[in-house]
């Protein structure tokens, strides 16, 4: 190879070499800000992969910048909309211990929740995103009385606290049904103490008494049938208690 030939191709190699250095996603060379927007543009285009790429190059590249915080943000609020729920609660419980004092902070906290609600399954099967969910909208309506997601986090609090309600009445009602009655006794207990205002209370009051009936412990059934009658005498299942009650007295 002849000098000339050989400065040639030496000039083109840096040449590369200085564009992959300073490129960004899409080829482009940019900074925080032009990240940040390139992601944004690529959110809008449902390109959600080259997004959160480019969010989280910022993270990466330019860890001092004030861009770090939007990135952060947008990088969560992703994941979100790709519904990659444990990533996006990973990245919003992040922003919240970074800066617990930003303007934006309850958005982290909803979206953190959210990320908990959208993974909430079947009453009868594990609540722990229930519970996690629960515990972050309480969070967020004692923190910031004053934010933008006050009343939706007050509507899914509600929702959460059904869904755990409803969880304990069906495996009441599930070992009710198996003739397991102590066990179906102490969860339909717990569901009075702690849900007063549940819709089935009627329900769950009747089968404690009807577990008692089924354990022969005659006095504690004949107290929970007056009881049920008491407070709910329109019930459904009042003709049922009523005859119980004149059994027992035989």
């Known amino acids: 190879m002849n000098a000339r030939l050989f400065g040639t ?30 992601g944004i543009k690529a959110t809008k285009l449902h390109q959600n992969v080259r997004a959160k790429a480019a969010f989280q190059q910022v993270l990466e590249d330019f860890p001092d910048s004030k ?37 934006q902070v309850d958005r982290a906290y909803y979206y953190k929740a959210m990320s908990d609600f959208k993974q909430i399954d079947l009453a009868l099967r594990d609540q722990t995103s229930t519970r996690e969910a629960l515990e972050g909208f309480n969070q967020l309506i004692n923190r910031f009385p004053k934010s933008q997601f006050l009343e939706s986090a007050k509507a899914k609090q509600i929702e959460c606290e059904f869904k755990l309600a409803q969880n304990v009445f069906e495996i009441g009602k599930f070992y009710y049904r198996t003739g397991s009655y ?69």
């Open 9 to 38: 191709v030496s000039v083109i190699l840096c040449l590369l070499i200085v564009c992959a250095c300073s490129s960004t996603p899409d080829g482009k060379s940019g900074s925080a800000q032009e990240l940040i927007n390139e």
């Open 67 to 103: 861009e770090r915080i939007q990135a952060l943000l947008l990088l969560a609020r992703t994941y979100y909309v790709d519904k990659e729920f444990e990533e996006a609660k990973f990245h919003f419980q992040k922003f919240i211990e970074l800066y617990p004092a930003h303007a």
């Open 182 to 250: 102590q066990s179906a006794i102490i969860r339909l207990k717990n569901l009075v103490a702690e849900h007063p205002k549940h819709k089935h209370l009627d329900e769950a009051m009747f089968l404690i008494a009807e577990s008692y009936y089924h354990e022969q412990s005659f006095d504690e059934a004949s107290v929970s049938y007056k009881e049920l009658l008491k407070r709910y005498p329109r019930s459904r299942f009042s003709i049922q208690a009523k005859s119980r009650l004149r059994t027992l007295r035989r």
